[in-house]
């Protein structure tokens, strides 16, 4: 039977988000051949929250599956899906905003989208592959970016827009210059990342927190395995008769987040939904909160001496 899961209002013009959402990038990206497939099989699971980017080669697929499941009548509606993509950097130039979101809406046979997020706080030259060299870095002009993304609502082709990978100090400035705010901030979150400050943080402001690579992302280039080998999340599962992969979306819901996993395979699809029937206690929420902090997804591509941040800590404005 397929899986009810939990919503959440987002924004004043925004549908409610489902709050766990289905990733859809894969390592290395676009390499999944029947991606349209495993989407259709995870709206028959009860995924109704589904999360791309330009940068993923993943929104073709998922438009022919949400067209195909519209067909076939897995869902009534297309307001039955949540669906947000996110802005390349060398799409972030005023000018290319609404070009780049026409691209999207296009590849995904959508006329909007429920949610669109300037994917990083990078600005690369137009013409750059997605490995930037040196000389595609360029300053990245939030304000000028951002007034594209409120054009974006005005012109009707989103209901909400937002952020990933923001810091508290840009999300601040942001804050300062925006029309529309940003409703949410997609960022790494996992019991090894906690984002304790941000979430504070976005609380206090109004915003929504997304939680991608709630399990450390294994497998991929910005992910590792220390998520899922963790010593103390092992004798949590064990104890409850869960995995380690439901105890880290278990608590990442519990945070009150919406949380982005992906999962190709159908048993771990599934397995990934039973989440919302039971809870950690707080000896447990206790001991997850005592572990040690590290950051897995640095964007080191986007550091370099000539470019616009000298390094990791410029990047994050000391928030790592
Ligand atoms: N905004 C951003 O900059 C950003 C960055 C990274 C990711 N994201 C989004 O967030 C999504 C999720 O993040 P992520 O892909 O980095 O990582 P993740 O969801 O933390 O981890 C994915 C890995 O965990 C495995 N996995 C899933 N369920 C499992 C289970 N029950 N037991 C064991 N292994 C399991 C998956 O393998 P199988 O597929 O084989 O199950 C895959 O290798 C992405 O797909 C993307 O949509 C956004």
């Known amino acids: 039977m397929a899986c009810d899961v939990p919503q959440l209002p987002l924004g004043s013009n925004g549908r409610p988000i489902p709050l766990l959402g289905f990733g859809t990038a894969e390592y290395p990206l676009g390499s999944t051949e029947n991606l349209k497939e495993i989407v259709l099989r995870a709206i028959k699971l009860g995924y109704r929250h589904f999360d791309t980017a330009a940068a ?24 039955d899906l949540f669906v947000t993509s996110k802005l390349w950097c060398n799409d972030a130039h005023r000018e290319r905003v609404i070009p780049a979101l026409r691209n999207s809406l296009r590849n995904l046979q959508l006329e909007c989208l429920d949610l669109y997020l300037v994917h990083w706080p990078m600005s690369l030259r137009p013409e750059a592959e997605l490995q930037p060299k040196e000389e595609d870095l360029l300053p990245f002009e939030m304000e000028s970016v951002w007034k594209g993304m409120e054009e974006c609502v005005k012109l009707g082709l989103v209901k909400c827009i937002g952020v990933s990978n923001f810091s508290c100090k840009k999300l601040d400035r942001l804050l300062a210059a925006a029309k529309i705010a ?14 304790k400050k ?23 280039v910005w992910g590792s395995n220390r998520v899922m ?36 395979n159908e048993e771990r699809m599934q ?15 206790q001991k997850i909160s005592r572990i040690p902090q590290i950051r897995a997804c640095v964007p080191l591509g986007f550091i370099s001496e000539k470019g616009p941040y000298k390094s990791l800590d410029e990047f994050w404005d000391g928030e790592i």
């Open 182 to 195: 940003p409703v949410v901030n997609q960022v790494e979150m996992n019991p090894l990342w906690q984002q």
């Open 56 to 79: 993923y080669r993943s929104e073709m697929p998922l438009g022919e599956a949400i067209a195909e499941a519209l067909e076939l009548g897995l869902v009534k509606s297309r307001d």
């Open 229 to 264: 080998d963790c010593e103390v999340l092992h004798p949590i599962a064990t104890s409850r008769g869960k995995t380690i992969a439901q105890v880290c979306l278990r608590w990442a819901y519990e945070q009150g987040v919406s949380v982005i996993m992906k999962s190709f």
């Open 271 to 285: 397995q990934n939904l039973h989440i919302f029937d039971w809870s950690l206690s707080p000896e447990e929420l």
């Open 198 to 220: 941000m979430r504070e943080f976005c609380v206090e402001k109004g915003i929504h927190v997304s939680a991608y690579s709630p399990l450390g992302g294994r497998g991929t």
